[in-house]
């Protein structure tokens, strides 16, 4: 059974620093390309970012692209968003994803198969 669990997320103010982390379970992530979609309330689920199985290639919607950085450690099954210069608009439940057909950065949700439950960051004025 695979599983994907987020966490660091939180409280902070505009101007600050997250990192959040997906732990994955059941499944040798070395593989497949991973992702973070983010939801805010009453909105489409959106992409953020996503990397490739050796995390040398990356994608970024382009609101977050300078100031998210994804990354990966493959030998601790974990993903990672570092989160800098948060603004208000970043608020939203942030969730990983594990897309397991494809060896390539994949930016629309139907291209992953399983989901972590999120996590939730809000960001202060």
């Known amino acids: 059974q695979v599983q994907l669990v987020e966490s660091g997320g939180g409280l902070v103010q505009a101007g600050g620093s997250l990192r959040l982390s997906c732990a994955v379970s059941?499944?040798?992530?070395?593989?497949?390309?991973m992702g973070w979609f983010r939801q805010a309330p009453g909105q489409d689920r959106e992409f953020v970012a996503t990397?490739?199985?050796?995390?040398?290639?990356?994608h970024y919607e382009d609101s977050v692209k300078v100031r998210f950085a994804i990354s990966r450690n493959n030998a601790e099954n974990t993903v990672y968003l570092h989160m800098y210069s948060l603004k208000p608009e970043d608020t939203a439940v942030y969730y990983c994803?594990?897309?397991?057909?494809?060896?390539?950065?994949?930016?629309?949700?139907?291209?992953?198969?399983?989901w972590g439950q999120g996590t939730q960051v809000t960001v202060s004025s």
């Open positions: 990397i490739d199985p050796s995390g040398g290639s990356t």
């Open positions: 059941g499944r040798t992530i070395s593989r497949y390309a």
């Open positions: 994803a594990l897309d397991q057909h494809s060896g390539r950065v994949a930016v629309h949700s139907t291209e992953y198969t399983y």
